[in-house]
């Protein structure tokens, strides 16, 4: 099945922040080595990075960058994105189009709204959808604790794919599979 990493919101503006995202380390590693195994499977590497003028992640500032722990190829690319869902005024469905994509492997920040409203619409566009489940996080909220928002959504998302007709999966990136597929070249 023809893949695609999505990176999402892995900017310095969130993991740099006091405090940084629950888990905030072992996210990044997770997704280098997501990365490193996607891009020797020939699968691209997508990072969407969200941007909001006069906003600490205004497109171009220090903070809107990706954070310098990633470990970023020239082959990847970096995709703008204006609202929590990656697909909307942005290009992913053109290059998903122009790959042959079937499949999204999704990962970053946050759980409860960017990586959650884009699997949401993944799922609904009839893609499948792999969750990492180790490999997306938050912050803490008055409500509940990031740790509980990521395992509510662990639990939850692969629900919608149900509901959807499609599939969603939330897998530790251990398990995740990047088959030999398409290259971004």
């Not at 629950?22 to 990044?28: E, F």
């Not at 489940?133 to 509980?148: L, P, R, V, W």
């Not at 395992?151 to 499609?166: I, Q, S």
């Amino acid at each position: 099945m023809k893949s695609i990493l999505l990176i999402i919101d892995a900017q310095r503006g969130v993991f740099e922040s006091t405090p940084p995202p629950h888990d905030a380390a072992a996210v990044l590693s997770c997704i280098n080595g997501l990365s490193e195994r996607a891009r020797a499977a020939g699968t691209p590497v997508v990072f969407a990075q969200h941007e909001c003028a006069g906003s600490p992640l205004e497109y171009g500032s220090e903070k809107w960058a990706l954070d310098c722990r990633l470990h970023v190829d020239e082959r990847d690319v970096v995709l703008r994105k204006t609202t929590p869902d990656a697909f909307l005024r942005s290009e992913l469905s053109s290059l998903l189009e122009m790959w042959a994509v079937e499949q999204l492997i999704v990962c970053g920040y946050a759980s409860e709204f960017c990586v959650d409203t884009t699997t949401r619409r993944a799922a609904a566009l009839g893609f499948s959808v792999v969750l990492v489940a180790d490999g997306h996080t938050t912050h803490d909220k008055a409500h509940a604790s990031a740790e509980q928002i990521r395992t509510h959504h662990n639990a939850t998302l692969p629900n919608v794919g149900l509901v959807f007709g499609g599939s969603v999966k939330a897998l530790w990136a251990r398990d995740v599979v990047f088959d030999k597929d398409v290259g971004a070249d």
